[in-house]
């Protein structure tokens, strides 16, 4: 009988860096622009030019390192990968293969049975963007063009141990690693708009085996489902082949979002990679390194930690809070402004988006600022209006800039919740709903939501709930007697 | 007009504008060099029709401190040797006092003994190497070659600055008057290299050095045949990988008729390189391709030849040895062989990075000229030019 085949899975992983300048010239980092446009006699590798190496490519680089848990190398170096292709017009790339800046990562990720493990980074290492081929028509004939934007560009790419298991687990990584990235802001780390670009490796094997056997690499998956797709696709694949007892073989395949199926591609020709003697060594001192981590910000999983212990918020609205670094921000601002942590976080995790969505905002530019925010969160924690008032504030607070406090008064919508007032309200609703009295009176419970909405619609919403509860069932109560 | 010399003539060479280090002084610029405006062709069909956007940073300083630039000089192809060169023949046939001359092998200081001239390569990383059509990025240098030392140690001066457009330039600055340079050693291991004639031309030049003062000492290092192979391997790959860009594609020589861009590509290869570069390249490609493991033994063992070299250079102040060879002719070799076996002599200083100074006229062997060279530690450049000025004053007398 077949034994029971578990999957082994690792990917590489190349992220482009948000710098403003390309890797080795001044030429503007942006790949989208009208083609050719970001060029310059080093990008187009003219002779007599010599490559710059950009200092905001190796930080950038290195916020990605320390995201990631990985040891950064004290000296790494530049090698060119060799090899002639019309996107490549110097014909070797400049690539950190032999001495990568850093080297064994790691990142945690929840599996479905929401245990943590830890997948390993055996290295991330720099190395420039190619050029970008457009092939086209010209009436019969097939022309191929260059847009030189991307040539040059910054990029690292992450390479993992085998650690991976199954395709939700593989998701689950690359989800995390945007996350830390993001959070870093060294990348935009979009599969979308190829900010992110993942290639992975999967071979089968049985389940309690230690061996690694030949692996299949999977490329053209354009967003983190799609790598899930064509992982599990690809371990199907492998699977039948081993119960058919055929061979499989180390080779590339593409995956076809549309089909739903991978297709082996033609090789891409494997050349070598000589150190360049142009691009010194990158050494990296100690000070230069204690500053880059003194720079890092919290990562998520501390700041989650965090926000649990200190400010009391279950875990998920932990996660909430910490998962992209802008919501952390206006959250944390907001509790600078004495904002009531779980209150904060609730409010920015459900009214916000939504209300953001409709008014075409961001955290970072919507005119409703963490302190205004804070104050009318304070104002619905004191009672001082209630929750239905709070999300009409909330609204008009997008619209000015008064404070909650003007808005409430200019709305009128405070609160009602002295006594006297509340008490003349309930006797009212009672002496003019006397059939519902009776009912309630009956046993019939219903009939004190009835009254509860008569009261709430005379005091044209703004009677404190609980309150005005408190007083209706003593005063029902109370009258029987 | 002396079109085997000038690959292209400077037509508005009126007098400079700046009265500096090199004021009115004609200087020829090997077709290596990038000059905005010029036709800068590397002797290589690869570069047919390639003008520079921008001067190269060592064009620039010389044009800052008031050089003419004559022209540009004929160049064996891509730098690699000395055949068809202009550079030491403008000089000796007084068309400019001083001529940049890329020293890859040793061709700056070879060319420069067989027309009777000084010749200089100066400490690797000293002089910015923007805008020079590079062959081999660790080897090479941009090269002097003059008349007269003054004149060499003017053009030094004008081009040894830092500059940021060259990162690979050693930051730390060498020591700026050193104490005079006074013991040289010879290699005991030279005997092997040397045929009997051009021992015993050697070593009475060598003893007129002891007359001129210099403490002479025997130098043992077993290392002495290595350099020949490293240089060779080292370069080969580096060339391979430095000519990836002659793609036809931008600039220079494009074959027609290709069916596709690979065919495109393999016949403008095909078409714009000579004999010795393609077969140099071909090392190159093989040991980037089929051996690697031999280049980086090649590396492990120049870094140990550096290493051997700075050692015995700490308990003296220069090696001494020719230039070149009594019967193999560097101008014409007719494989990479016979190239390699005519720069035998100046490729440790390409090797190790050091400075090196050929003086002419001081080891006659036959009726041939052999220079005689000087090779110091790195970033003793000045120092070594001021001991070569004391030598050809006491050996030759007065100047
Ligand atoms: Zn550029």
Redesign the interface.
Known sequence: MMPTLQAVIGLEIHVQLSCATKMFCSCPNRPGDEPNRNTC?IC??????????SAEALEKATLACLALNCRIQKESAFD?K?Y?Y?DL????QLSQFHRPLARNGWLDIVQEDETLQRIRIQKIHMEEDVARLVHEKEGKTTV?L?DFNRAGTPLVEIVTEPDLRTPADAMEFLRTLRMQLRYSQCSTCSMEQGTMRVDANVSVRPSGSNVLNAKVEIKNMNSIRHVGDAVAHEIRRQESLAMSKEPIVTHTRLWDPEARITSPMREKFE??C??D????PIVISEKWLREMIRNMPEMPGLKAERYMNRHGLTREEALQMSAERNVSCYFESALDHQAPPRLAAQWIAAQLPPLLKDREETLENTPLDPQRFAGLLLMLEREEINANAAREVLRKLCESTASPAEIVVQCGCRQVSEADELEALVDRVILENASAVENFRQGASKALGFLMGRAMQASGGKANPRLLKELMTSKLKGDGQ | MHSEIFAHVNQATCAAENHGRLFGKRVGVQSLF?VRGWP?T?GSKA?EG?H???D?TVIQRLKTEGAVLAGSTRSSELGLGIAGDGAAKAVSQGLVHAALMMDTLGEARVAAVKAGLFGFKPSWGRVS??????LA??MECCGMLASNLDDIARMLETVAHID?????MAADKPTGTSPALTRAGVFKELQDLLEPQERSAFSQAVSRLEQAGLTIREAQYKDLSLFAAVHQVIAA??A??S???F?G???GHRASGGKN?NEM?LQTRRESFGPLMKAFLFQGAYF??ED?AA?EQA?RIRTRLVQGLAKLLENLDVLVLPALHAKREPASPRDIEELYRAFSLTLPASVAGLPAIALPGMVRCDGRDLGLQLVGSWGTDQGMLALAQRLTTLTQGAP
């Open positions: 006699p187009l590798w003219l002779p007599g030019n010599l490559p710059r190496f060119q060799v002639y019309p017009p110097k014909g070797y191929s260059v050349g070598p000589v150190p003697p142009s691009v010194p | 990038c800068c590397g570069l390639f520079p956007l921008e190269a190497r923007f805008g020079l059509m590079g990025p660790s940021e457009r060259d990162p690979s790959v580096e391979s990988s000519c990836g860009k793609d594609v931008r600039f861009w590509y980037q391709f690697y280049f590396c």
